[in-house]
């Protein structure tokens, strides 16, 4: 799109020559009306916003699953701790069959501790279970998230693991289900990869919203992801989506600390499509890639994430540039790990979208037309 230039009135001046004659008047020459810039489009607003939002949620996975070395006491750190447990137990011959989650009541949980309790259980030499509960209150008495976890042993340096996760509001009623699926493979030291699968649902009887995938090979000096999201807006109706390419630089710490810094930087490109017609497809690892439109756009972006030891996001300097979308869009967080988000018209600098997020991924975008949506767990749904 052309940006706007200032007007300017030129006014071309000429001398008459000989004789002594005085010189005519001089006429200004009007110089031609300047081409408006369009307002950007919401369906432009919504494609940005998605990259954005699909890079948030990126660099929480590589936090949680890829941050193992750091020490934090995160649910992550369970995981990948009960992964290694069932690896070491596993031998030729064992059975890999799932012997079924526990129920609630007969899960031991740890006590309360920065809004959250867990509690790891041995089912047999090659399968352990991670529970994990996060409650809106200190006290741990409002529930907000849980998640039951299950990982079994397929090899003595690799493991498959189960997961679903229901949140909750304040008043109790369920308003995201999300079903995950990992493979997490060691191959020595401290290099590994882990392929994270998920999809979500208003609840576990109802449609799936969206559905995603994430693929890191970690190294002890970076981590090299890729993923990918299909979000379905039954409202509209209408696909969209993303696919990135990142590189999470050596991370703050490899021991116990208190914050871990996850520095991400890569590219980024936005789908499009009609209802049910956009899905993600893994590649060469940690490729994944979206199949069924060709991208209506492609950007690149850079910042930090900086994480708590319980996995709580606290500070963000992020910006993501989509040129052939003339859209720039910025992420910073506030008191208390609020996330707010900018989108604006490159050529005019006009802020056209802006989204507030809980450190959950969880909030509202409103669109430059006033219209707005919600979002769940970085994703849009509208």
Not at 33 to 51: G, K, N, Y
Not at 136 to 160: E, G, M, P, R
Request: glycine residues 10%; contains cysteine; aromatic residues 6%.
């Amino acid at each position: 799109m052309k940006k706007t230039g200032l007007l300017f009135i030129t006014c071309l001046l000429t001398a008459c020559g000989g004789g002594g004659g005085s010189s005519p008047s001089t006429m200004p020459v009007p110089s031609p009306t300047p081409t408006a810039v369009p307002i950007q489009s919401v369906s432009t607003q919504r494609s940005v916003a998605s990259e954005m939002l699909a890079v948030a949620s990126l660099s929480e996975t590589a936090f949680g699953f890829g941050a193992r070395y750091t020490g934090v006491a995160s649910l992550g750190r369970s995981v990948q701790s009960g992964a290694r447990t069932a690896m070491s137990g596993w031998h030729e011959g064992a059975s890999r069959i799932p012997h079924g989650t526990r129920s609630a009541s007969a899960v031991s949980y740890s006590a309360c501790a920065n809004r959250a309790e867990s509690a790891t259980v041995t089912v047999s030499s090659t399968e352990v279970q991670v529970y994990g509960r996060t409650f809106y209150d200190t006290a741990c008495t409002q529930l907000f998230q849980d998640s039951v976890i299950d990982i079994i042993a397929t090899s003595a340096l690799s493991a498959s693991i189960t997961e679903t996760q229901t949140s909750t509001l304040l008043g109790g009623d369920v308003y995201d289900y999300q079903t995950l699926a990992f493979v997490v493979s060691s191959t020595g030291g401290s290099n590994s990869n882990f392929t994270l699968t998920s999809s979500e649902a208003a609840s576990s009887t109802s449609p799936k919203t969206s559905s995603s995938g994430v693929s890191c090979v970690i190294s002890s000096t970076s981590i090299s992801c890729g993923g990918a999201n299909v979000i379905r807006l039954t409202a509209l109706p209408a696909d969209i989506g993303a696919a990135l390419d990142v590189t999470v630089s050596s991370l703050s710490s490899r021991t116990a600390a208190p914050t871990v810094t996850v520095p991400i930087s890569g590219t980024a490109a936005a789908f499009t499509g009609a209802a049910g017609s956009l899905s993600i497809l893994p590649g060469n690892l940690p490729a994944w890639s979206l199949v069924g439109a060709s991208p209506t756009d492609r950007s690149s972006f850079s910042g930090t994430f900086v994480y708590t030891a319980d996995g709580t996001l606290i500070s963000t300097n992020f910006s993501l540039a989509d040129t052939s979308a003339d859209a720039t869009a910025t992420v910073a967080t506030s008191l208390g790990g609020i996330i707010n988000g900018t989108i604006t018209q490159t050529s005019t600098g006009k802020t056209v979208a802006t989204f507030t997020l809980y450190s959950t991924g969880s909030g509202t975008i409103t669109y430059g037309n006033g219209s707005g949506a919600q979002v769940v767990h970085y994703n849009l749904l509208g």
